[in-house]
């Protein structure tokens, strides 16, 4: 068997420090997860109305978003705010606004598309059984965009705890950081430590994110 | 809705140059934000920013520590300033930036003394030198650039500066570029190419790990040096470290250190080579 450097994962602190870099990870994907889908779900509700100002403000917002990658996100709140405002941003709380707004963006045209893709004929049938506006989307349209949205949205929840590998380019040590410290530091000694290191990190994201995967499968069933 | 498509373009592209505008003109009278050396005195920390993933200048141990000779040299400043050491992991792409920005106040991550580099930080004196080198098997060692034929197969990694320096100096000598040290170690070994050219440093810790080889070229092409970096305009600190470099020389400081970090990857023989003591290059 060819030397994968799994003994270098278990070296000293080398497997607590790894769980450590996985919290910082989860820790402010999570964050940003739970404050963009409340914020995402009443953005996206604003993004159904008619008016075109908010229509405009919204839009430009969310293409603002999507077109920037997130790394030139992440730079241009870290070092951009310091540079033009003064603010002197830690790496975790940018990378928290980073995630927060980008997480708000996507959720938003998640849940605009959730709402319009119930048929007309869903909101001038509960008008017709005598349903007020509230009551129409509270026990009508809600629960329907809801089912539709899970899939769409649980993809945004793992796509934003993986791209958490980005904010080590702003300082901060997540747990990509730490697989590589630990790959550096013993690069002499065990030189494909590489492999093993890597696989750990990728058990890692898996178990971070499978959970969640089983979580919406388990919800699809019930809600169906 | 195709009003409101040009309505958004129009203020989308006033967005951008307005912002364009904003981010140059912000470049050039805020200019660099850093803090004094009364400053830093007065927070009681120092920000430092170290490679957290280059053994053995700046790594980070399985106990989770700072470790190197860029480290151990931090440590140092630290002591003498009566500062704490917060050290923030910086990579080779956002070192310029982060100086800029004042999110650190010294980088000390291998930093690499170039002209263009120049022009947006203040270096200090330095404490190494690097060029590049040549390793090659016994069999045949490789003490000249000339030795090398048109059959041979220089190793090189992919965008190390050995790379850049063949290809510029060297355009009819054959390269075989391998993406990783990994992968460049085992063409080596299995004989694929006739010699390695990478950073002498690099060449001087294979040849000392893996006995058959030999470093025939320990110095090739421009000798650079490595020195601490400050944002620029920020004299005060600059000056502190200079004659804190100046100061330590008495002591042969940086021989300390090099024999604290770096002789198990390079030996007592390039001792005198690599370091510079005091500022002065030899």
Redesign the interface.
Known sequence: MPDLGLNVIF????FI?LLGGLGVALKISLIAVLISIPLGILLGAVMTWKN?IT??IL??YL?IIRIMPQMVLL?IV???T???L?W?LSGEVSAVIVFTLWGTAEMSDLVRGALISIPRHQYESSEALGLSRSQTYLYIIIPQAVRRLIPLSINLITRMIKTTSLI????V?EVL??A?????????SS??A?FGVYLAVFLMYFLACWPISLLARYLEKKWR | MKK?TR??AL??AL?LALCLT??GS??KD?GV?YRTLDEIKKSGTINIGVF????PFG??????EYQGYDVYYAKRIGEDMGVKVNF????A??RI??L????VDVILANFTVTAERAEEVDFCLPYMNVALGIVSPDSRIITSVDELTADDAVIVISGTTAETYFEANYPNIKLQKYD???NA?NAMENGNGCCWANDNTEVI?FAL?NPGYTVGIPSLGSQDTIAPAVSQGNTTLLDWINKEIEDLAVENFFHADYEATLVD?YGLDYEDSLVVEGGKVG
Do not use: H
Request: with cysteine; proline share 2%.
């Open positions: 070296k000293g602190r080398n420090r075109p229509k405009a839009r430009i293409e730079f870290f070092f951009g310091t540079r033009a003064g002197n080590l380019m702003i300082g040590v950081k730490v590589q410290q630990i790959i550096e530091a013993n690069r002499m030189p494909n590489a | 409101l309505l958004l203020v989308l967005a904003a981010c912000a470049k805020s934000v957290s993933d280059k053994n790594y980070v141990d399985e106990n989770g923030v992991s910086t990579e792409a956002n930036e982060y800029q920005t004042g999110k990783t040290y990994a170690k810790a790990q990857t």
